[in-house]
């Protein structure tokens, strides 16, 4: 079983930034997708941005020129760098890697939370 473990979130102004981490407990070289999914009160969780295995990257139009999603394979990361933030981004934020080949895997962290107060 995998574990994904994020951090970094907080309260933060608006216009802030703020860097959330990942760690997970295998090599994030060997998942074929990860991501950052953000979640509010009410509303399905949607996906902000994931990089894939040759590290090609997705960002969702909301977040684009404002959040760069990264890994450190090397230290089994995955990072979500959050600029100039808007009090919509506020959500609980949650790390997820998934595998596709040879078996079907999918993994999510505990999510954290971001506040991003006007």
């Known amino acids: 079983q995998v574990q994904l473990v994020e951090s970094g979130g907080g309260v933060v102004q608006s216009g802030g930034s703020l860097t959330l981490s990942c760690l997970a407990s295998?090599?994030?070289?060997?998942?074929?997708?990860m991501g950052w999914y953000r979640q509010t009160p009410g509303q399905e969780r949607e996906s902000v941005a994931t990089?894939?295995?040759?590290?090609?990257?997705f960002h969702d139009d909301s977040v684009k020129g404002r959040f760069t999603i990264s890994r450190d394979s090397a230290k089994n990361m995955l990072f979500l760098q959050m600029k100039n933030l808007k009090p919509e981004d506020t959500a609980v934020y949650y790390c997820?890697?998934?595998?596709?080949?040879?078996?079907?895997?999918?993994?999510w962290g505990q999510g954290t939370q971001v506040t991003v107060s006007s």
């Open positions: 990089i894939i295995t040759s590290g090609m990257t």
């Open positions: 997820n890697a998934k595998t596709f080949l040879p078996k079907s895997e999918d993994y």
């Open positions: 295998r090599s994030v070289s060997t998942f074929n997708v």
